[in-house]
Structures are given as structure tokens and as C-alpha cells.
């Protein structure tokens, strides 16, 4: 039997790892810091903090013990992105060298770095990125769900696909480890547009507009910072930007939602740090950075004012992208 090893507890570490315990083919690990969780999984079957309602699969297994990683066959890093280059760098020789390294955060890594870049200088593990559209009360509830699995070995997929065989996840793949990177972090943030549109205007036809500005720019920038336009069409991006902006599951689009509702007209707390309002920062300084016409993406700029000028007046945001 694999030992699969997912370094997080959380709702998706949680699910996944709940769905795989459920094949009873491979041992499955949740290491967790949180030593209620631990007790809770192991004794009760049960994580209380995502799914109260859920009893989970008697072979799903957590632990507090990082050894578990050095019998590790796959590791899912399952975290999230702000923590995951600094906790390979505290842990990295705990990390079997041929487990097969699969990234699952939506992020940044550490400097604007997409999360691949910034690890493989740290361990020399295979490395993965698996994203897509994916809630993790659906996957718990075992509702069918797509993942775009990247890598530059081919061969790597191969293992990817007996690992979830037989399972409600079903996987495409691509050679393109930056623009699925890339479309997983800029989906967050046009997912905020999105919700700021809802919040003001019951309107199928405006939000048309802003749903297709918002994947021509996805697109641009994916291309500008290495990507392959054709990433667009994986489960990584058309797909999972759909699933983060349309359902209200969604944190980043419920942030959205509450921005043009005018929750936030004065300040925004330095609590709030949803991956789609730290990447839009990130982003802007890049553009500009890069000698990029900022103005080439009114939807990234004027959302960088919405959350970075005080009393910006959120009633004209639409007006104002509509105007140029």
C-alpha cells in the first residue's frame, strides 16, 4: 500500500483525503498541528470544523508526527499558499526524496513566486500542481469534480490517475505548470469583480460584460507571465474561474459581495486576507514591474484602487471600467 500523506487538515485536505480513505487501497494521513483534530479523526471520525455532519472514513488517519512524511509515497500540500515555502524550508528533511510533491494552495509562494518555482530551489521531490474547480463540501458529498493535474514528466500523471481511480475525481492534464499556477490565483481575483458586479446590478447582460473582460484578461496576463492560452480551457481555468465567481460558496466572490454592498468604505481590516486581495497586490506590482500598461487591465486596476484607496466610492466601479 501508497502512503499518502496530506500536510494540512483542513476542508480540503479533509475531503480529498476522505474520498481516497474511502477506496481502502492506500493509507491515507492528515498531518495537522491541531491536536483536537487529530483526537477528533482518529477516535470519533469526525472534523468538526468544515463538515459537523460528516462521518469520515474509518482508514482516514491524522497525526501530529512529521516522520509520516519520510515513509511518504505522495504528499499533498494542502495549506495555505502564504505558509507553504516556509514550512518546506522548516521541514525539508522530513520530506522523502522520491515522494511525488503535489501542490493544492491557490497562491503566491514567498516574493510573487508561483509556489513550484519557489520550492524546487528547497527539495528535489517530482512536483505536481493539481487545481481546479473544486468546493470541498461537494467533494465530501461526493459530487463529481474535475482537477487539472500540471507537471513537466509527463510520466508523472500516471501515478495522479491510479491514485484517484475509481473515485468522483477526475483529472486532465498539461505540460503547463505556470499557467495553471497562474489561473489559479487570477481566477480569485476576478471572482471578487464578479461578486462586486452581483452585489449592485441584477443584470444576466452586465454581468456578461464583466465575466467575458474578466477572461480576456485572465487570459493576457496568463500569457505575459509564461503561460499557454490553451491552460484556459483545463479544468483549471474557464472551469474553476466559473465555480469561484458564480457560486456564493465562494469566499473570494462573498468578498466581492460585501464590497459592493459597502462593508468596507472606509477600510479594509489587515484580517482579511482571502487569496484574491493579497494576489491582486502582487499582480499590480508585477504589471508595473514588467513596463506593462497598467491600463490594458481596467478590471485588475480599478480593483487595486477598490482595495487600496480609502474611501473609494464602490458605486463607481462598473461606471468607471465601462467609461474607458
Do not use: W
Not at 480513505?21 to 494521513?29: F, H, P
Not at 470519533?44 to 482508514?59: A, E, G, Q
Not at 499557467?179 to 461578486?195: F, R
Amino acid at each position: 500500500m501508497r502512503k499518502i500523506v496530506f500536510i494540512g487538515s483542513g476542508a480540503i485536505a479533509t475531503a480529498i483525503g476522505d474520498v481516497l480513505a474511502t477506496k481502502n487501497k492506500d493509507e491515507i494521513y492528515l498531518l495537522s498541528i491541531e491536536n483536537e483534530v487529530i483526537e477528533m479523526i482518529n477516535t470519533r471520525h469526525v472534523n468538526t470544523s468544515y463538515f459537523p455532519k460528516c462521518r469520515l472514513s474509518d482508514n482516514l488517519k491524522a497525526t501530529g508526527d512529521k516522520n509520516v512524511l519520510l515513509e511518504a509515497n505522495v504528499i499533498f500540500l494542502a495549506m495555505p499558499s502564504s505558509a507553504v515555502v516556509d514550512y518546506i524550508k522548516e521541514n525539508k528533511d522530513f520530506f522523502n526524496p522520491t515522494a511525488l510533491v503535489v501542490n493544492l494552495a491557490k497562491g503566491f509562494g514567498n516574493g510573487g513566486e508561483i509556489i513550484p518555482d519557489s520550492i524546487k530551489t528547497l527539495i528535489y521531490n517530482p512536483l505536481m500542481t493539481l487545481k481546479g474547480p473544486s468546493f470541498a463540501r461537494e467533494i465530501i458529498n461526493r459530487q463529481d469534480t474535475g482537477l487539472t493535474a500540471a507537471t513537466a514528466d509527463e510520466s508523472l500523471y500516471n501515478i495522479i490517475t491510479d491514485v484517484f481511480d475509481d473515485t468522483i475525481i477526475r483529472t486532465d492534464f498539461t505540460t503547463d505548470v505556470t499557467g495553471v499556477e497562474y489561473a489559479s490565483i487570477l481566477k480569485n481575483i476576478y471572482a471578487i469583480v464578479i461578486g462586486m458586479v452581483d452585489a449592485n446590478f441584477d443584470s444576466a447582460n452586465l454581468r456578461s460584460i464583466f465575466i467575458t473582460m474578466a477572461l480576456n484578461e485572465m487570459r493576457r496576463l496568463m500569457i505575459a507571465f509564461g503561460g499557454n492560452e490553451i491552460t484556459m480551457y483545463n479544468y483549471c481555468g474557464f472551469g474553476d474561474f466559473s465555480l469561484t465567481s458564480l457560486n456564493d460558496m465562494s469566499r473570494n466572490r462573498t468578498l466581492g459581495l460585501l464590497i459592493g454592498k459597502g462593508f468596507f468604505n472606509n477600510c479594509m481590516s489587515d484580517s482579511v486576507v482571502l487569496e484574491g486581495r493579497i494576489a491582486v497586490d502582487v499582480f499590480y506590482n508585477k504589471i508595473i514591474d514588467n513596463q506593462m500598461d497598467i491600463t490594458a487591465f481596467p478590471l485588475m486596476n480599478e480593483l487595486y484602487h477598490v482595495l487600496n484607496d480609502k474611501n473609494y466610492p464602490t458605486r463607481n466601479f462598473v461606471k468607471n471600467i465601462l467609461k474607458n
